[in-house]
């Protein structure tokens, strides 16, 4: 089925985390206007349950389990990708862990050290292999490509206690910057999405607690949670020609609550 500018018929995405919260909800959009869907994810049976959901949309899905922070599986997981689809037209690294691990000055290094394997090294590893093959594909012609990176409004903002978790998203802005620059001649663009409060798994807690609520989304001026599928637009936007010349950008979606 056409679908206008955000026509994704003919394409190929590939999304890391994709097997709940925001990356399913990117997926989502993806696949309603025609993409077919490469997932990535470390557990077998949130994979399985998003394949099926996804698979009512009519195109081609397929789930991997590959943990982002390995370089190897990454490197593995985008060659089955290739030799199952053929190609990868845009890819969606969004797998992200956080570890509250208290105050900075007793924070644990090891914590430190695996949020930035998942968040910073994990979105190093997979736009680097998934631009290898953009680049190669646009040496033999066929230009273009998207890549984004999903940060965080914390990457932007102070945030106490989530030191680690904010320079990762940090990172991923300014390394898609770097992306956006040196690959446009190859008519490969690349952005971020900074989500603000989502209602995800990674937010349950915050969910749960009353006081958090008032005091945080009661300041959002949507008043509410985000959801998911708050973020399916833009990933068919991103992934779509419409968005072309469209590159270095970061996409705030956060009902309002950075500029309140």
Not at 147 to 176: C, D, H, N, R
Request: glycine share 12%; aromatic share 8%; proline share 2%.
């Amino acid at each position: 089925m056409k679908k206008g500018m955000f026509d994704l018929s003919e394409k190929v995405s590939l999304i890391t985390g994709g097997n709940g919260g925001i990356g399913l909800g990117m997926a989502e959009g993806l696949a309603e206007c025609g993409s077919n869907i490469a997932i990535w994810g470390r557990n077998k049976v949130k994979n399985q349950e998003a394949t099926d959901l996804l698979l009512k949309y009519g195109k081609k899905v397929l789930s991997y389990e590959v943990d982002v922070s390995n370089e190897n599986e990454v490197i593995d997981g985008v060659k089955k990708v290739l030799s199952d689809f053929g190609r990868i037209d845009c890819a969606f690294a969004n797998a992200g862990i956080n570890i509250f691990g208290g105050s900075f000055e007793e924070m644990n290094t090891e914590a430190y050290r695996k949020v930035l394997a998942v968040n910073l090294d994990g979105v190093f590893f997979t736009l680097r292999e998934t631009i290898k093959h953009m680049v190669e594909r646009s040496k033999n012609g066929d230009a273009g490509g998207s890549v984004v990176g999903v940060a965080s409004l914390a990457g932007i903002e102070g945030a106490a206690k989530t030191q680690p978790y904010s320079s990762s998203k940090g990172g991923v802005i300014s390394m898609i910057k770097g992306i956006a620059v040196e690959h446009a001649r190859y008519g490969i663009r690349a952005n971020t999405i900074l989500p603000g409060w989502v209602a995800t798994e990674m937010t349950s807690i915050n969910q749960s607690n009353q006081k958090f609520t008032d005091k945080v989304i009661g300041r959002v001026p949507m008043r509410r949670w985000g959801e998911p599928r708050d973020f399916s637009g833009i990933a068919a936007y991103l992934a779509s020609d419409a968005s072309a010349y469209h590159s270095g950008d970061m996409f705030i979606i956060d009902g309002a609550y950075a500029i309140f």
